[in-house]
């Protein structure tokens, strides 16, 4: 699939970074990982240490960020941060040894928000966070909005069962956005949704291409020059990418829609 090329917009600093002589500089973060794993296997056969482990080390070469170090956990409660695995992480944090926190889910952190909150204001304020399936990445706006948005809606203890998210206890969603698929629905008409790996690709792109700083017609037409189809194969128009744009990534929280400018027209 060939990836349309975004436009530069520092010229001057890319000119200075290309200068004989100059010293490139690294912005790799430093981040720590941490595994936990449910030792009453009630939905972990994804979730083990090893398939863990696995994911947060091509997440980290993926993304290319330092995995200093990888702590775990074993237990069959996880809503208690008193944790030695979790301990050692906070305090390699804390020693400057890391700059972020890695993990798989936020709920191998913990299942409760007011526990998570509890957790990033006390630990984590000056530290990344990066949960891989929570699209949550405190290093850009998008991350640090997404991550409010759970502290600010009253969620009450998350769902333990997997498959379940944040934001999704009690809901009765409707058609499952770019990016996902529906799932079985629990007795309660709560519903789980599935990754779809090529639409969760292009929702991926439209973000970077409008950090490229592309407007919301350019990205159309980028999409259309990369073979990149919409949800149900129609065409790409300025008002889809809005609705992409506006979506907290992994959520079915909605947030405004960002502001339309004349070129997005």
């Known amino acids: 699939m060939r990836r349309v090329r975004i436009p ?61 170090a990888i702590r775990e956990d074993h237990g069959s409660q996880i809503d208690s941060l008193d944790r030695p695995g979790l301990r050692s992480v906070l305090g390699h944090l804390a020693a400057g040894g890391a700059e972020g926190l890695l993990v798989v889910r936020l709920d191998r952190l913990t299942r409760v928000a007011a526990e998570l909150k509890r957790l990033c204001l006390r630990h984590l304020s000056k530290a990344v966070l990066l949960s891989m399936d929570d699209g949550i990445d405190t290093r850009t706006a998008g991350g640090r909005l997404a991550l409010l948005l759970i502290f600010s809606v009253a969620l009450g203890e998350w769902d333990s069962s997997p498959g379940f998210r944040p934001g999704e206890r009690g809901i009765r969603a409707g058609a499952a956005p770019l990016g996902w698929r529906r799932g079985r629905a629990d007795e309660h008409a709560r519903v789980a949704f599935v990754s779809v790996a090529e639409e969760a690709s292009t929702v991926e792109r439209i973000r970077e291409l409008r950090a490229g700083g592309l407007s919301l017609r350019q990205i159309c037409d980028a999409l259309v020059q990369e073979g990149r189809r919409t949800k149900r194969g129609g065409r790409w128009a300025p008002q889809t990418i809005a609705r992409v744009l506006s979506r907290v990534p992994h959520r079915l929280v909605p947030t405004p829609s960002p502001p339309m400018t004349s070129s997005d027209h």
């Open 8 to 68: 530069q917009r520092d010229a001057e600093g890319e000119r200075a970074r290309s200068a004989p002589g100059a010293k490139r500089v690294s912005k790799r973060t430093r981040v720590i990982g941490y595994v936990w794993t449910c030792t009453d296997g009630r939905g972990e056969q994804r979730l083990s240490a090893a398939a863990q482990r696995a994911r947060l080390e091509a997440y980290a070469v993926a993304m290319e960020l330092d995995l200093v």
